[in-house]
Nanobody, 115 residues
Framework: QVQLVQSGGGLVQAGGSLRLSCAASGSAAGINAMGWYRQSPGKRRELVAR???????IYGDSVKGRFTISGDNAKNTVYLQLNSLKPEDTAVYYC?????????WGQGTQVTVSS
């Protein structure tokens, strides 16, 4: 079992920045990929950023150049730096960790960007 606990998020004005964190515990050594998705009301969950086992960073088109994913293996933590935020970035952000073919999910963090 893997537990993912998220922190960060909140309310920010357009153009501002936030940082989200996702700390893994339990059988975290088995995690081979981590990343972030987001979902806003009436929309499908969309990929925000993903960190592959080889360290490659993959971003959704809508956040490229503004968001940065990073990881700290020693802390079993993945971060998402959100810069140049836009109102359309408002959503609940979820981190995930993949063990084999199974994805574990964090509890979700609300990010609200005011115009």
């Amino acid at each position: 079992q893997v537990q993912l606990v998220q922190s960060g998020g909140g309310l920010v004005q357009a153009g501002g920045s936030l940082r989200l964190s996702c700390a893994a515990s339990g059988s975290a050594a088995g995690i081979n990929a981590m990343g972030w998705y987001r979902q806003s009301p009436g929309k499908r969950r969309e990929l925000v950023a993903r960190l592959t086992p080889s360290g490659v960073r993959i971003y959704g088109d809508s956040v490229k150049g503004r968001f940065t994913i990073s990881g700290d293996n020693a802390k079993n933590t993945v971060y998402l730096q959100l810069n140049s935020l836009k109102p359309e970035d408002t959503a609940v952000y979820y981190c995930y960790g993949r063990v084999g073919d199974w994805d574990y999910w964090g509890q979700g963090t609300q990010v609200t960007v005011s115009s």
